[in-house]
T-cell receptor, first 114, second 115 residues
């Protein structure tokens, strides 16, 4: 069964600095997708970035990039130039092509300090 | 703009009552999903549908049911509400089940309290 692990319950970062949120996953399926979502205190789930298991390059979306290390089964989210509005819960998720479930990690609470 | 909406946004009910949570999307997505979010568990899949008249059980489906009569709607029914079903419920939809188009977009959530 697929499993997502986010080992950092909480993280702090200074405004304008970069921060890396860790995510490791476990799967035996060669085809899968990895996702990161942001959940601010208002509660909505906001899609940030996607990485396919066959993608050769790391995904980037504005200030977000995904450090994909397939052999290590890790998909860390890097946020550059942190802003106060980045303070939120961040969830890593994975969906195997041959498994209909999308599984989420427990999340990391990021706090950006002014 | 296309969107996904949920109603009600907040609901208080009593144990044993039947409750239906609505989910409506205007993305014209084939795939729709229901999740619950509880502290310490992240999001867990309840039910999902890959098209009209298609429904499937997820990880935590006991006590819940769904039906899909059109593309836009996937209502979630709690047949007999239990206190353990107090949670935040999210509906999501996706265009496809492969590649970047499998990205799921979420509704605003429904907070359900079962007393």
């Amino acid at each position: 069964a697929q499993k997502i692990t986010q080992t950092q319950p909480g993280m702090f970062v200074q405004e304008k600095e970069a921060v890396t949120l860790d995510c490791t996953y476990d799967t035996s399926d060669p085809s899968y997708g990895l996702f990161w979502y942001k959940q601010p205190s208002s509660g909505e789930m906001i899609f940030l970035i996607y990485q396919g298991s066959y993608d050769q390059q790391n995904a980037t979306e504005g200030r977000y990039s995904l450090n994909f290390q397939k052999a290590r089964k890790s998909a860390n989210l890097v946020i550059s130039a942190s802003q106060l509005g980045d303070s939120a819960m961040y969830f890593c998720a994975m969906r195997e092509v041959n498994n209909n479930d999308m599984r989420f990690g427990a999340g990391t609470r990021l706090t950006v300090k002014p | 703009d296309a969107e996904i909406t949920q109603s009600p946004r907040h609901k208080i009910t009593e144990t044993g009552r039947q409750v239906t949570l609505a989910c409506h999307q205007t993305w014209n997505h084939n795939n729709m999903f229901w999740y619950r979010q509880d502290l310490g568990h992240g999001l867990r899949l309840i039910h999902y549908s890959y098209g009209v008249h298609d429904t499937n059980k997820g990880e935590v489906s006991d006590g819940y049911s769904v039906s899909r009569s059109n593309t836009e709607d996937l209502p979630l029914t709690l047949e007999s509400a239990a206190s353990s079903q107090t949670s935040v419920y999210f509906c999501a939809s996706s265009e496809s089940t492969w590649g970047a188009r499998e990205t799921q977009y979420f509704g605003p959530g429904t907070r359900l309290l079962v007393l």
